[in-house]
């Protein structure tokens, strides 16, 4: 028998309590969390970055009076002062897309066939005309109401999103009913 | 089912036991089966089997892991069907596992003393306990389930080739470990 076969018979006798930890092991439940943070780090930087800006009366007064101090006559700085205002109407402008955006994030819903039931969840294969990919994995955690399922059911899904994985995986499902 | 309903079941002597623990494990024993034999009829045969070692097995037998019962029972079934059946030839399932653990064999100048499977076994344990999370849950999914490196790096969120250099520094860890207990197979 070769050394790596000897190796292979002795991974068979790991001990099983090692063996049922990693199966019931979330893998993508750390990628959330990472995800999550990684978003909140970005957002805080950016708003960070941007607090000059956000702030119109401290903004834009503070560089007239440092001007100001270099020079005397400083009737023209009153000049910075009301272009504050446009920066306000900036700020305005730069903060409406948020919200927008925020708007336009609509949920995905789309039909589906049943190709597995997993412990934990659902590999269907979408109708075609739902865009996406061919294989998609179904999370069930947060499921109110669950159908009884077997392969080859019709189900009709409502998800937040699709994670470009392989297969990809859908995120935040927030129903699943019996189609057809 | 609760496994411990499951295995209750067995205890009686009732037949509704191997048709719940087909509904509850039937997928896992056949990606078990799948992913060293590559075979969908052999994995059948041996998925089959598996359930029939259950049923002669317990009683007396009392699992405290269905699922990690199961499992032995069906990598044993599985490696003995493609050793007999594919002994010469070379196949994509267990094959590329066993040449990936290669990497893990120490080297023969550390060598003081053989160990067997079973021994080799709880060593491993043992260093697999001493890594991280999700490290040890990892190099189980890869080495014990089989599981392909595309579909662990679809799970973690991170490229195949990241994933594989991973793999590989775990199984170069795991032969410093055996070397450094001077252990050789």
Redesign the interface.
């Known amino acids: 028998m070769?050394?790596?076969?000897?190796?292979?018979?002795?991974?068979?006798?790991?001990?099983?309590?090692?063996?049922?930890?990693?199966?019931n092991?979330d893998?993508?439940r750390?990628?959330r969390w990472?995800?999550w943070a990684g978003l909140a780090a970005c957002l805080a930087l950016a708003a960070f970055l941007s607090l000059p800006f956000l702030l119109p009366s401290g903004g834009s007064g503070r560089d007239p009076n440092s001007t100001a101090d270099q020079t005397a006559p400083s009737a023209p700085e009153a000049v910075p002062p009301t272009e504050a205002p446009a920066g306000d109407s900036g700020g305005e402008v730069s903060g409406e897309p948020a919200p927008g955006a925020s708007e336009g994030a609509a949920l995905l819903r789309f039909k589906a066939t049943v190709l597995?039931?997993?412990?934990n969840g659902l590999l269907v294969e979408p109708d075609p005309d739902a865009g996406i990919a061919v294989r998609v994995e179904v999370p069930l955690d947060g499921v109110a109401n669950l159908p009884a399922l077997a392969v080859g059911d019709r189900v009709a899904i409502t998800a937040a999103a699709v994670?470009e994985?392989?297969?990809a995986?859908l995120t935040g499902v927030t129903e699943i009913t019996p189609a057809e | 089912m609760e496994d411990i309903q499951i295995i209750e079941l067995y205890w009686m002597r009732d037949e509704a036991a191997i048709r719940e623990t087909d509904v509850k494990y039937g997928t896992f024993c056949h990606r078990v089966a799948m992913n060293i034999l590559h075979s969908f009829q052999d994995s059948e045969e041996c998925v089959s089997d598996t359930y029939g070692r259950c049923w002669d097995t317990m009683p007396p037998q009392r699992p405290g892991s269905l699922r990690a019962y199961l499992g032995t029972i069906i990598r044993n079934l599985s490696i003995s069907r493609y050793r007999s059946a594919h002994a010469q030839k070379r196949f994509g399932g267990a094959e590329v596992l066993l040449s990936e653990l290669t990497d893990c064999v120490p080297s023969p100048e550390s060598v003081q003393r053989t160990v067997e499977a079973v021994e080799l076994g709880e060593l491993i344990s043992r260093w697999l306990e001493g890594l991280p999370e999700e490290d040890r849950a990892l190099f189980i999914r890869r080495y014990w389930n089989g599981d392909a490196v595309k579909i662990l790096a679809g799970e973690l969120g991170a490229r195949p080739n990241a994933v594989t250099k991973r793999l590989l520094r775990l199984r170069e860890a795991l032969r410093k470990n055996l070397e450094e207990q001077g252990v050789c197979v």
């Open positions: 070769r050394k790596e076969e000897i190796f292979f018979d002795a991974i068979t006798n790991i001990r099983e309590d090692l063996v049922e930890a990693a199966q092991y893998f993508h750390r990628v990472e995800r597995e039931v997993r412990e994670q994985t392989e297969p995986r």
